[in-house]
C-alpha cells in the first residue's frame, strides 16, 4: 500500500468525512489524483466513496482495520513471520494484525497455516502456502468462523505455535475481547497448548472489554510495537511473558 492511501484512510477515519480538496491540500497532490486514489481505495473495501469525498467503511471490517496503525502491524507481522520455522504447523486466528503475518508468510512456501478465518484464506489464494480453513459459524462482521463445531474442528488439529489477537489489556483484568464468539474459538485455541503469541500494537494497551480473553500465565509472548510503555512491559514480564517490540 502506497504512503499517500495509508495518509487518505487515516484522514478519513479521523475527521469522520474528509473532502476531495481538503485532502488534496493536505498530502500535496492534485484533486483528481485523489479522486483516482479513493476510487481504488472503495473498491478495496478501505473507505466510502460520497459526494465530494469520503466517509470510513465499516470500522469491523478487517479489511479496514489493517490500515489503523497499518506500519507498526506490519513491523510486528514481519517479526512474528521470522518465528515460524521451516516445515511448521501454525494456527493464525484471525484479526488485522495476524491477517498481516499471513500475507507475510505468503512470501514462502515451507509452512502450513490452520486458520478460522476466511479472509485470511481468500488473502493466501494467489500463494504457494498450505491452508486448512476450519470449519463452524461464518460470523459476518469478522470473516471468520465460530462456535461449536469451530471448537470441535480445533480439537482435532495439531500446531506448534498460535498467533493470536486481542482488543484491551489491563492489569485488572488481563486480555479482553469485544467479540464473544471469536473469544471462545481464541479460547479453544489456547487450550491446545502450543506456544501462545499475541500480536497486538500498543493502542490496546490499557484498554477494557466486555468478554475476558486469555489468563496471563496462558500466553507466553506479547509482539507489540515500540510506542508500548514500560508499565505494560513490565507487566508482562512480571507474569513470565516474552516481550518483543
Do not use: W
Amino acid at each position: 500500500m502506497q504512503q499517500r492511501h495509508t495518509d487518505i484512510i487515516n484522514l478519513v477515519n479521523e475527521k469522520g468525512r474528509a473532502s476531495v480538496g481538503e485532502m488534496s491540500t493536505k498530502l500535496g497532490v492534485s484533486e483528481v489524483t485523489i479522486r483516482h486514489d479513493l476510487n481504488k481505495l472503495e473498491k478495496e473495501g478501505f473507505i466510502r466513496r460520497v459526494h465530494g469525498g469520503a466517509t470510513p467503511h465499516n470500522t469491523d471490517n478487517v479489511s479496514h482495520r489493517i490500515t489503523v496503525n497499518y506500519e507498526h502491524k506490519r513491523k510486528m507481522a514481519m517479526c512474528a513471520a521470522s518465528l515460524v520455522e521451516h516445515g511448521e504447523t501454525i494456527m493464525i486466528e484471525g484479526g488485522s494484525a495476524n491477517a498481516l503475518l499471513a500475507k507475510e508468510l505468503g512470501k514462502r512456501s515451507d509452512v502450513t497455516i490452520i486458520t478460522p478465518s476466511s479472509y485470511i484464506a481468500h488473502l493466501m489464494k494467489e500463494t504457494d502456502v498450505k491452508i486448512i480453513v476450519l470449519g463452524g459459524l461464518y460470523q459476518h462482521e469478522s470473516e471468520s468462523m465460530v462456535g461449536t463445531l469451530t471448537r470441535l474442528c480445533i480439537k482435532h488439529t495439531h500446531f506448534t505455535k498460535a498467533f493470536l489477537g486481542i482488543d484491551g489489556l489491563h492489569p485488572n483484568t488481563g486480555f479482553t475481547s469485544r467479540n464473544m464468539m471469536r473469544a471462545d474459538v481464541g479460547v479453544a485455541i489456547l487450550e491446545k497448548g502450543a506456544q501462545n503469541i499475541v500480536i497486538t500494537d500498543s493502542s490496546k494497551f490499557g484498554q477494557v472489554h466486555n468478554t475476558p480473553l486469555y489468563q496471563f500465565e496462558q500466553v507466553d509472548m506479547v509482539i507489540t510495537d515500540e510506542d508500548a510503555s514500560l508499565e505494560y512491559v513490565h507487566l508482562l514480564e512480571k507474569h513470565n511473558i516474552k516481550v518483543v517490540k
